[in-house]
Each structure stands twice: as C-alpha cells, then as structure tokens.
C-alpha cells in the first residue's frame, strides 16, 4: 500500500493528477503567504511564557490608569558641552513632538539636561499596541522623523524600548525578503552547477519554490491560530524549506537517473526511484519534523513557534518532492538533461557513478584499510574543534544584538555616558499591597551601588508601580545578574506579590527560560531521532553510533563557531536560545546525510556484506550527499547577509556543522566506524548474523 501511494506521480495519467491537485493546493497556500510578515510578534514581552515574572508584572502594569508604556528616548550629545543654540533646539523640539502626534504616541517631557552639561534626554512614551509592528512602527518612527538629523557636532540619537523595538522590527521587516532572495539565488546557481543544464534546473527549484510559498503561507495560518510567529521564525522558515526540499530533491533525480541508465521507460524509471529513494526521504523528513517539533514544548515562546513552523515547512518540501518533482521528473522524461555539447541525458548501458568507480569509492577504500585509527583520529579532531564549547558565553542582549551602527545602541551609550545608564529602560516594581509601597521603595533606595533612582509611576487596582532607575546599562548581562537579588529585596519589604518586570528582567527571564529548554529539549530531540533511527535501520547499534557522530559533530561545530564569533567576527557572547537552535538544525538536517547513507548501506549489506555493502554505499551517495550538504550550507549561510548577530550566528554554525558532517562524518568517520564494527553493527537484527 505503502509502495503503490509513493510510485503514484509516476503513472501515465496519475502524474497529471498529482501535479494538478497539488499545485492546486499549494498555491492556495501561497496566496496568503504575504500576510505573514504582518502576523509576527518582534517584542521580547511575546516571547516569554506567561507564567514568568517579567510577564506577570507586565499584565499588572497594563491595569494601571497609564497602563504598558514603551519610553522613546531622545538623547542629544555635544562632547565639548551643548551650547546655547543646542538648547534651543532641544527647547523647540518638545514642541514639535507633541504636535499632531500619531495614534498610540503620548506627549512628550520636558528636556533634562546632564549635570556634566554635554547631553540632554527628551521621554516621549509610547502605547505599544498589539505588538505587531505595523501601528507601533509608525508612532515610533514619527518621533524619529521629528527631532530632525545632527548638526555639526551634536549627536541626536533615537533609544529607550521603543527605539530598540523600531531596530528590531525594521531589521525584522527585512528578512523575509532578503533571505528568500538569497536561498534561492544560492539554490539556483548551485542546480545549475550539479546538473550541467540550462533546462533540468528549472525542475527541482520550482518543486521547492512551491514549497516555499505554500510554507510561509501556513506559515500565517499557524500564526492566526495562535502560534508565536517572530521575525527570526520568519527568516528561518525559507531557509528550512530550500535546504531541506533541495536535499530531498538531489537524493530522488539521482536515484532517477541511475534508474534512466537501465530502463528505456521515463515512468518505470520513476517509479523504481520513488520505491528506492522515497523511504529515505520520507525517513529523512520526518525526523527533521519529530526534532523541530520537540522544539514545541520550550518556554521561549520564539523557539516553541519555530518548532510547529519549522516542520510544517519541512513537511510540505518533503510532500513536494515526493509528488510534484517526480510527477514533473515522469512527465519531461530524459530529455530535460540535455546540455549543449554535453553528454548528460541518461540512457540504458551509459556508464555512470556505480559500487566500483568514482572518487567516493577510492575515498572509502582508502579508508577501508585502517578503519579504526581513521575513526579514532577523526573523532579526536573533532575533540578539539569542540573543546571551545567550554567558553560558551550566552551574555548577547538586546544591547548588541545588531550588526553595525544603530540608533538605539549608540544612544544607549549616549546615556550609559551623561546620565544613569538605566535611564532609557527603567525596571517596573509592582507592590500589590499598597501600604508597603514606600517600604519597597526604601528598600530599593538603599541598593545604592545598582539603583539610581525610584519614583512612583502609578496607582491602582493593581497596587502601587514603582519605576525603578539602574545606575547601569539595563541591557547588559551584568545588569540582568542582579534581578534574582532585586526581585529578593523587593519580596522581603513588601510580601509575596511584589513583583520586579520591566525590559531587564525580561531578558533575564528569556535567559532562564531558555536554560530550561536547553536542558529539557535536547536529550528529548536525541531520543526521538534514535528511536527513528532504531525504526529505519531494524538495529540498535548502528543508530548508536551515528547519535554520538552527530553529538561530537555538533559540539566540533558550536565550538568552532563560539571561537570564530568571538575571535573573527569580534561578537559579544550569543543569544541564550542559540545552542538549542544549532543543535536542533544540526542533528535533525545533519542526521539526513547519515539516513540517505545508512539505508543504502543496509541495502547493499544485504546482498555484499557489511564492509562492501559499506564501500558500495558510500559509492553511490557520496557525490549526492556532498552535493546536498553544500547546497544547506550555503542556504543556511544566507543568514550571515542579515544584520542580527544570532542569525549571522546561527548561520555560520549550521554551515560549518553540515559541511563538517558532509565532508568528514559522513564519508570518513562513519563509514570507518562501521567497517570496524562489521557485521555487529547491525545487532540484534538477523543481518547481524547472516552478513558475510
């Protein structure tokens, strides 16, 4: 039943009706894939679990007569001291600000000047709205438009939350585009090159194409349904789809076209490739869908919609490449190959890549002769690449979040210079009993090497709102250190309830959060791909050892990247949810390689033996799965054009890792590994005692 539904884009009249019906379905996906961009949530507060603290104060603040506010700072700046022309012009700019203001802007506070007499900040609050973007954008950028450009001399930078929120969402607004552009580009020219065709190209890359826009328009659907939907889960999302579709595509033509040099008939060629090539790919797919979905169950609400979107994607490349690429390979035939002055096209007899040609059988060979001192070597580099992993610094906050020079960042050290650095993002205290308000806030007071200043902001249902002043930057790691101890001594003054929020302990919360997905997500996506593993290779051992090859794997190249980030890119620290990422993208894309390896392995094992069953697998998927891992990496090295430190982060990392995988783990390590294990490998099924 199995075999008849996968063979089913191959038959005569049956590859129509496939293509129709699922361009059809496809399509109408796609057409609402614009309205995602508007569907996502970039402020932290969206990505917290509802039960954090941070959150919990932000629900009591919005019950407050002023209710949720996000203060745009205006900070001006003369190093040699403002003079009276700038004043002026400080003056006039409250004026301007609180003229025909926008929906969701407030009015504007008077300038306070610095005691040093070099800067000057102006507060205009801001309503957030419903976080989208689209509303909160325009009101904040208003007030951008409004205080005018520099003059010589006197820096006007726009800070504060809502100037971090209008970097985040204008870099955010951007990567949908940007990305699909780049992944696609990047597919585009590397099928080009595989193929050798001015015409086959055209076949795979609208497979995925489709995918792709059928993706970010379920994409919106999820996000209407509930699911937590940033801009990172957006910019991920195309590079998912392209990666992972182009794999499934590469493994399935080249199937194809073996088969083409052994049947005459277009269809039976097909056919024989779905039956051979599809299980791999169905295996593949779903267990990058299994491990993307594990990311579901995280606190981070950012990484649990990655998790839905994530497989959701991936499931519709594996379906496109599973219907339309072989109904579309069954319907254009042999002929699509065709190059000018080439001898592409594949025909019965033609001699191609086979168990006892080509460079992966000298590779595996060579490696064959000494297998156990090439995978104990192999495995030490990999030791010491991942050795680094012991420096791993989650302190990137939305402070240097961003790659290059922007507003918000430079007027925070603007700020961090003239005033209480924590004045652009003050802490939010909420004092449920109202008469403990003053002496929570003596408390605070008395915290004199953290705490500049507290003032009570708002009174109501909700108790008493005390706005809270750090002395220092409030988006450093230091600063988020000390939340446990303010959230201790505000408790202790005044009860229970207290509560401590605000864009500091937000991060700290994220930062808490994501430990626990860390700890939680990982062995849990480790026992779901072994137990795939277990399932396809009818082994316990095998499975084995390609979860430690893909663990080291992924530790050589988190490593790896933590050196390079900091060494050569010059970051600070990554993003609290980047090791869980990478290890996610790593070992459920990474383990594909090992699939598409393994199930050829055991077929050939089968009828040759372990160790020749070995050398002829590797064969006859090494070019295909080299191909493949370069084309991933460089749909995941897309992500270094973005302007966002943990995408360009990511991006490196998963590249490394697949192009490590490809070239190393893959083709040497772990074919080494099972030719020294021989027959066991395949323990306890029968194969393990009837190999030869």
């Known amino acids: 039943m199995t075999s008849r539904l996968l063979t089913l884009p191959a038959g005569h009249t049956a590859k129509w009706i496939v293509l129709v019906v699922v361009v059809l379905i496809y399509g109408g996906l796609?057409?609402?894939?614009?309205?995602?961009?508007?569907?996502?949530?970039?402020?932290?507060?969206?990505?917290?679990?509802?039960?954090?603290?941070?959150?919990?104060?932000?629900?009591?603040?919005?019950?407050?007569?002023?209710?949720?506010?996000?203060?745009?700072?205006?900070?001006?700046?003369?190093?040699?001291?403002l003079t009276a022309a700038d004043k002026a012009r400080i003056d006039g700019t409250v004026a301007k600000l609180n003229a025909d203001r926008k929906p969701l802007v407030l009015e504007a506070q008077p300038p306070v000047y610095s005691p040093n007499?070099?800067?000057?900040?102006?507060?205009?609050?801001?309503?957030?709205?419903?976080?989208?973007?689209?509303?909160?954008?325009?009101?904040?950028?208003?007030?951008?438009?409004?205080?005018?450009?520099?003059?010589?001399?006197?820096?006007?930078?726009?800070?504060?939350?809502?100037?971090?929120?209008?970097?985040?969402?204008?870099?955010?607004?951007?990567?949908?585009g940007t990305l699909l552009y780049a992944a696609a580009g990047i597919v585009l020219v590397l099928l080009i090159i595989i193929y050798r065709s001015p015409i086959f190209w055209a076949i795979p890359f609208f497979s995925v194409l489709l995918a792709e826009g059928a993706s970010r328009g379920?994409?919106?659907?999820?996000?209407?349904?509930?699911?937590?939907?940033?801009?990172?889960?957006?910019?991920?999302?195309?590079?998912?789809?392209?990666?992972a579709g182009t794999d499934y595509a590469l493994l399935l033509v080249s199937r194809y076209r073996e088969e083409l040099r052994r049947h005459e008939d277009k269809h039976e060629a097909t056919a024989i490739a779905l039956r051979s090539a599809g299980p791999a790919i169905l295996a593949s797919g779903l267990t990058v869908i299994a491990a993307l979905l594990t990311l579901s169950i995280a606190e981070v609400n950012s990484t649990a919609g990655l998790g839905p979107v994530g497989a959701?994607?991936?499931?519709?490349?594996?379906?496109?490449?599973?219907?339309?690429?072989?109904?579309?390979?069954?319907?254009?035939?042999?002929?699509?190959?065709?190059?000018?002055?080439?001898?592409?096209?594949?025909?019965?007899g033609q001699t191609g890549t086979d168990e006892t040609h080509g460079f992966w059988r000298r590779v595996g060979d060579r490696v064959a002769r000494h297998p156990r001192p090439?995978?104990?070597?192999?495995?030490?580099?990999?030791?010491?690449?991942?050795?680094?992993?012991?420096?791993?610094?989650?302190?990137?906050?939305?402070?240097?979040?961003?790659?290059?020079?922007?507003d918000s960042v430079e007027g925070q050290q603007v700020l961090s210079r003239n005033f209480p650095a924590g004045a652009s993002a003050p802490a939010d205290v909420i004092v449920g009993d109202a008469g403990k308000a003053q002496a929570v806030a003596d408390a605070l007071k008395g915290e004199k090497a953290l705490i500049s200043d507290v003032r009570v902001a708002g009174r109501g249902d909700a108790g008493v709102q005390l706005s809270v002043t750090f002395k220092d930057d409030p988006y450093a790691s230091t600063t988020m250190d000390t939340i446990p101890h303010l959230r201790a001594v505000a408790r202790r003054a005044g009860g229970a309830s207290t509560l401590v929020g605000g864009p500091t302990a937000q991060e700290y919360d994220l930062r808490v959060?994501?430990?626990?997905?860390?700890?939680?997500?990982?062995?849990?996506?480790?026992?779901?791909?072994?137990?795939?593993l277990i399932v396809l290779?009818?082994?316990?051992?095998?499975?084995?050892?390609?979860?430690?090859?893909?663990?080291?794997?992924?530790?050589?190249?988190?490593?790896?990247?933590?050196?390079?980030?900091?060494?050569?890119?010059?970051?600070?620290?990554?993003?609290p949810t980047l090791p869980l990422l990478a290890f996610v993208f790593l070992v459920a894309l990474g383990i594909d390689y090992n699939i598409f390896l393994m199930a050829r392995v055991r077929e050939e094992a089968i009828k040759h033996g372990t160790r020749e069953g070995t050398l002829r697998g590797l064969a006859v998927t090494g070019a295909v799965i080299t191909g493949a891992g370069i084309v991933l990496a460089g749909t995941f090295g897309a992500l270094a054009v973005l302007p966002l430190v943990v995408l360009t982060q990511i991006g490196f990392i998963v590249a490394f890792g697949v192009l490590l995988d490809t070239f190393v783990v893959r083709s040497v390590i772990v074919p080494a590994a099972v030719i020294d294990t021989g027959r066991r490998v395949w323990w306890p099924s029968t194969l393990s005692r009837e190999d030869g």
Not at 218 to 243: D, H, K
Not at 330 to 347: E, K, M, Q
Request: aromatic share 6%.
């Open 30 to 81: 796609a057409s609402q894939a614009g309205k995602l961009e508007g569907a996502q949530k970039n402020e932290s507060s969206s990505w917290l679990p509802t039960d954090a603290e941070s959150v919990k104060a932000l629900d009591a603040v919005k019950r407050f007569p002023g209710g949720e506010l996000a203060p745009a700072v205006i900070a001006y700046e003369r190093r040699g001291g």
């Open 117 to 176: 007499g070099a800067a000057a900040l102006i507060v205009q609050p801001v309503q957030p709205g419903d976080g989208s973007g689209d509303t909160f954008q325009t009101a904040v950028q208003s007030i951008r438009d409004r205080i005018g450009e520099p003059d010589a001399g006197l820096d006007v930078k726009l800070t504060g939350a809502a100037g971090f929120s209008l970097d985040a969402i204008k870099v955010f607004s951007g990567i949908n």
């Open 218 to 243: 379920a994409g919106y659907l999820l996000a209407e349904a509930g699911v937590t939907i940033n801009g990172q889960t957006g910019g991920i999302l195309p590079v998912l789809v392209f990666g």
């Open 312 to 348: 959701m994607g991936v499931a519709l490349a594996m379906i496109s490449m599973l219907t339309v690429l072989p109904a579309l390979l069954a319907i254009c035939g042999r002929r699509a190959f065709w190059s000018p002055g080439l001898d592409t096209i594949p025909h019965p």
């Open 374 to 406: 090439v995978w104990v070597l192999g495995g030490i580099v990999l030791l010491v690449l991942a050795a680094n992993v012991l420096n791993l610094d989650t302190s990137q906050t939305t402070g240097n979040q961003f790659r290059g020079s922007v």
């Open 513 to 532: 959060s994501a430990t626990r997905d860390n700890q939680l997500i990982i062995p849990l996506t480790l026992l779901v791909v072994f137990a795939i």
């Open 537 to 575: 290779l009818r082994s316990l051992v095998a499975p084995l050892l390609l979860i430690v090859s893909v663990i080291v794997s992924f530790a050589a190249a988190l490593g790896t990247g933590i050196f390079v980030s900091e060494h050569i890119f010059g970051f600070t620290g990554v993003g």
